[in-house]
């Protein structure tokens, strides 16, 4: 298989090549992870070139399926915040595969819904976030816009949609959000509370100030 360079050699990260048999090329994307819910993984790691995750959704006569069958056990546990990774993709690789490509690569269990792929730009100084369809082609887009990360670049985020899709979540989860949910009403009133202390504070001193 011939393959044709199609973008600068001087970022290899965002180099691509035409295969000659069907016009469609394979490249690498760099995706930022901003999750800011836990996810469900294996208990066990799997190591991988990538600092024990690495995974490409080119097909590859060295890539196996296995299935960890029932006894597998699962943890929860938050992915570094704003961490970069690297996939390996083909022009004709979609959102929605790329989607479950990244879960795949981090070996989370959670239902590929509960996430998006965006699109970032920046404009006038400012972050704009537009999340892509599932049909989107990420690979065509990457190329269009070149290596520069300031014109186009991806984020891995959760589906940030109207209403929350509660059925995709396990009993579990669901349990484990009330609880941070109890939590977070907590420490909402405590500071409510510590904000009108400090008001009615400061009013007494001002009264104290106007008594004769």
């Known amino acids: 298989m011939k393959m044709i360079p199609v973008c ?5 990260v965002f180099c691509a090549a035409l295969q000659a048999a069907d016009g469609s090329y394979t490249g690498f994307i760099q995706v930022h992870l ?10 066990v790691e799997k190591a991988g070139s990538e600092g024990g995750f690495s995974h490409s959704l080119v097909p590859s ?14 943890t929860s546990f938050y992915l570094p915040q704003n961490y970069l990774t690297h996939l390996h993709i083909s022009s004709q690789n979609t959102t ?13 269990k959670d239902n590929p819904r ?12 400012q ?9 989107e082609r990420p690979l065509p887009l990457r190329l269009i ?3 520069d990360t300031e014109r186009l670049s991806f984020v891995f985020k959760e589906n940030e949609t109207e209403e929350v899709e509660w059925h995709a979540f396990s009993v579990p989860e669901l349990q484990n959000f009330l609880v941070i949910l109890e939590k ?25 100030q106007h008594d004769p």
């Open 34 to 43: 901003r999750l800011s819910r836990p996810v469900t993984v294996q208990a």
């Open 61 to 74: 006569d060295e890539q196996e399926e296995t299935d960890c069958g029932p006894t597998e056990k699962r």
């Open 184 to 208: 977070e009403e907590l420490e909402r009133i405590r500071a409510v509370q510590q904000k009108y202390a400090l008001y009615r504070e400061k009013l007494q001193q001002a009264l104290q």
């Open 127 to 135: 972050d704009l976030f537009q999340k892509l369809p599932l049909t």
């Open 145 to 147: 816009a070149g290596p």
């Open 96 to 108: 929605e595969e790329v989607i479950k490509g990244l879960l795949k690569k981090f070996e989370v």
């Open 114 to 125: 509960k996430f998006a792929l965006y699109k970032q730009t920046h404009r006038d100084g």
């Open 8 to 12: 600068p050699v001087v970022d290899p």
